[in-house]
């Protein structure tokens, strides 16, 4: 599936990859930690772990301590992640992003602070973007910074950050001005020096790693903190939500390969009427459709990526691959617990959480019908926002 696309090198970087997951991860994640919150400690041990492989070093180039992989390699070792464990692919997820980020527009001595503990694996960034009050429209966000001398004085309320209790860090998106498009600028706030106060958020999935509410209540952060300068915050959010989308994308891959992968296994193994149910003609028809949207979903998937290599706008593919990935995942974890039966709706089989994994993947990143807006907008020239 999709293996016609990858060069020897990039298999050798999977398979070594896949051995380590399946050795060590999936037990830790589907079994031992399934559904309950891994400790900050054995999270930071597994990124260690994962660093070395490529994961969040990947996107991070030579001359800054990273590997400097190319974007169809990263994403790839990525999607193999995911397959294994969802909640894992989050932290991974927004290290790498963050690592990104702080490479690409942090001025030098953030970049030197900040960088490195990133690509060892033993400190955790959250993004804020997301407010109570602000979800789709990025344009309204109220978490405010005010100048006081040679600080910012930052108050306001972020939510549904993703590592945000596992943080060392936040990149914040704050109002700086009332520009609507140059009135946000990307503040770091040091949690250990300025301090935030963190809420873990329950959800109907992805329990494993954490995402929280974060309160900032009078933080004073010095202005040597701004990344890439007052009012840019908007502009540089959305260019980078067109490579993390495809991320996203491939978040949606993997729970629905992993679906289709439990799928298969159980249609060969489980009997009724007198033979394996894979021998009937409708499972046989289920299975064809889910692994289509499957290699439907990576070759969107990596179409995109490719486009990001090769710097050419992908803004319209990366949202195609983010909304058909995703809510293919939704589709295909359903029909994999369909195959199951009465099994597939216990804890005694993977599909049942992945269908509640698969719920999660077309709200992060922009929602389904933000990225249907997108490509609207994209084939037409006309926004409909
Ligand atoms: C697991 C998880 C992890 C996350 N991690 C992070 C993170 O690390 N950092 C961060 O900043 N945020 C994060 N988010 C937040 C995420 O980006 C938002 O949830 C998402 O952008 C949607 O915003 P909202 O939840 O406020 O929904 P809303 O914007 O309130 O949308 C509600 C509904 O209205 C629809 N809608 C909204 N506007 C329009 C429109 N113009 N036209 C048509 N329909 C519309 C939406 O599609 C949706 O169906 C995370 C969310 C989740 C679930």
Same mark, same amino acid.
């Given at each position: 599936m999709g293996h016609v696309f990858r060069t020897e090198e990039q298999q050798m970087a999977v398979d070594a990859l896949k051995r380590f997951l399946d050795a060590e991860i999936d037990p830790l994640f589907n079994k031992e930690y399934r559904d309950r919150f891994v400790p900050r400690e054995v999270m930071a041990g597994v990124m260690q772990r994962l660093t070395e492989f490529g994961?969040?070093?990947?996107?991070?180039g030579e001359a800054h301590?990273?590997?400097?992989?190319d974007w169809l390699t990263t994403l790839m070792l990525y999607e193999e992640v995911v397959a294994t464990s969802s909640d894992l692919s989050v932290p991974v997820l927004i290290n790498s992003f963050g690592a990104h980020l702080l490479e690409r527009l942090a001025p030098a001595p953030l970049r030197e602070r900040y960088l490195p503990g990133l690509l060892r694996g033993e400190q955790f960034v959250s993004i804020g973007i997301s407010e109570p009050d602000v =979800?789709?429209?990025?344009?309204?966000?109220?978490?405010r910074a005010r100048r006081d001398g040679d600080h910012w004085v930052i108050n306001g309320e972020k939510t549904w950050i993703s590592n945000g209790s596992y943080s060392d860090f936040l990149i914040c998106t704050c109002r700086t001005g009332d520009d609507p498009r140059r009135g946000l600028t990307h503040i770091l706030i040091d949690r250990h020096e300025h301090g935030y106060e963190v809420r873990d958020i329950h959800k109907i999935a992805l329990n494993s790693q954490s995402t929280a509410q974060i309160f900032l209540s009078d933080v004073r952060v010095p202005i040597?903190?701004?990344?890439?300068?007052?009012?840019?915050a908007l502009k540089n959010t959305l260019s980078l939500f067109e490579r993390s989308r495809v991320f996203v994308a491939a978040q949606g891959l993997g729970v629905a390969r992993r679906a289709l992968e439990e799928a298969v296994r159980y249609a060969k193994d489980r009997r009724q009427h007198g033979k394996?149910?894979? =021998?009937?003609q409708l499972i046989a028809a289920m299975l064809a459709e889910m692994a289509t949207s499957v290699d439907a979903a990576r070759l969107l998937t990596y179409r995109a990526a490719e486009m990001i290599e090769a710097g050419v706008p992908a803004e319209m593919e990366a949202a195609m691959a983010k909304y058909f990935a995703c809510e293919s995942a939704v589709k295909i974890a359903r029909q994999a617990v369909q195959v199951h039966g009465g099994n597939g709706v216990t804890r005694e089989f993977l599909v049942e959480k992945l269908a509640r994994e698969a719920i999660v993947m077309p709200i992060p990143e922009g929602t389904t019908q933000v990225q249907q807006l997108i490509i609207g907008r994209a084939l037409t020239g006309v926004a409909a926002f």
């Open positions: 994961l969040v070093t990947g996107v991070v301590g990273g590997m400097g992989l =979800g789709s429209n990025v344009l309204e966000i109220k978490t040597a903190n701004t990344i890439a300068g007052e009012g840019e394996v149910i894979a =021998g009937h």
